[in-house]
């Protein structure tokens, strides 16, 4: 192995060598309109790697896991009881599972894009960030996050087997408070919240010393006020 490596060596000197003085041209590959960004791969996995938030195969169709809980038994292997939402569908599914039992995850491609607009049919049109290309994704795929949604925020799509099935929004935004009640004084931040409607259109509870005007971070998942922008 060592004297083949060191006659590879020696040709390669030879042949930098006698290169000709003329510049390099260098090869450009495009990549295929198939690729998409962030691509999470098709593996086995068991009850014991689930977690919010993954994205199994279940009968060639993509779920993905919205909470799990795990019950231990004082005789036998402990029962995974979990809860998945059908990506493609929207329906909802709960099933108990022994430990070690087996799932695929799904094959599911996630590609930045912008929001630019949404039709009568309550329909969202995105710009894909990469080919530049105006994207349609259904009402029905979006309305759990459509309240977050405004025009030219950055999201992802989720891609399965090139479809969008999902639409994720960061999972924390700034956005300016534009309608709750004035502060009452004696009020504190511990001790008194007020709705607030925020420029997206979503409401919040916010602590009672924040007024009109403020900009705010949220925590888009869970709904919540963070702090002060």
């Known amino acids: 192995m060592q004297l083949r490596s060191a006659i590879l060596s020696t040709l390669l000197a030879t042949a930098t060598a006698f290169a000709p003085s003329s510049p390099l041209h260098t090869a450009t590959y495009t990549t295929p309109s198939t690729f998409r960004h962030g691509t999470s ?3 086995a996995i068991d009850t014991s790697d689930i977690k919010n938030g993954l994205t199994v195969e279940i009968d060639g169709e993509p779920y993905k896991v919205l909470n799990f809980s795990i019950m231990k038994q004082a005789r036998g292997a402990a029962k995974t009881t979990i809860k998945f939402k059908n990506l493609a569908k929207g329906n909802t599914l ?19 894009a912008q929001y630019t607009y949404s039709d009568e049919n ?28 405004s025009e030219g925020m950055e999201c992802n799509l989720v891609y399965f087997k090139e479809k969008v099935i ?23 931040s511990q001790g008194h919240t007020k709705p607030a409607t925020l420029s997206c ?5 916010v602590p009672g010393f924040v007024a009109n005007g403020e900009k705010i971070k949220v925590d888009t998942d869970k709904g919540e006020y963070l702090e002060r922008a």
């Open 122 to 149: 309550g329909n969202y049109f995105f710009m894909d960030s990469e080919s530049f290309e105006e994207v349609m994704v259904e009402a029905k795929l979006i309305e759990t996050v459509s309240k977050w949604i």
């Open 94 to 112: 709960e099933n108990t599972y022994r430990s070690g039992e087996k799932f695929q995850t799904a094959m599911i491609e996630k590609n930045p």
């Open 201 to 205: 259109g979503a409401v919040v509870n």
């Open 166 to 188: 999902e639409v994720m929004v960061p999972s924390t935004m700034v956005y300016e408070i534009v309608d709750t009640e004035p502060n009452v004084k004696g009020n504190t």
């Open 41 to 43: 791969l098709n593996v």
